[in-house]
């Protein structure tokens, strides 16, 4: 498992906090989403293998927020 952390903007509650952590934990090789709103953080823990940066990118925006490099 490899640590990640996104930087997500427009997150402002707990319905962004729960939207977000719901989409990734649906991906494959997802294992742990804790989000800051306060910073706009996401940690991630993911098994590479698995998942790519681009596919949590993906399923976070479709949410309707912005992922930042």
Excluded: F, P, W
């Excluded at 319905?15 to 294992?31: M, P, R, S, Y």
């Excluded at 293998?49 to 912005?66: L, N, P, S």
């Amino acid at each position: 498992m490899e640590k990640k952390t996104l930087k997500v903007e427009g997150m402002t509650c707990g319905h962004c906090k729960a939207a977000v952590t719901n989409a990734l934990n649906e991906l494959d090789g997802v294992k742990n989403v804790v989000v800051h709103l306060e910073t706009g953080n996401v940690d991630v823990e993911v098994d590479s293998t698995k998942v790519t940066d681009a596919e949590m990118r993906e399923a976070i925006e479709e949410q309707g927020y912005d992922v930042k490099a």
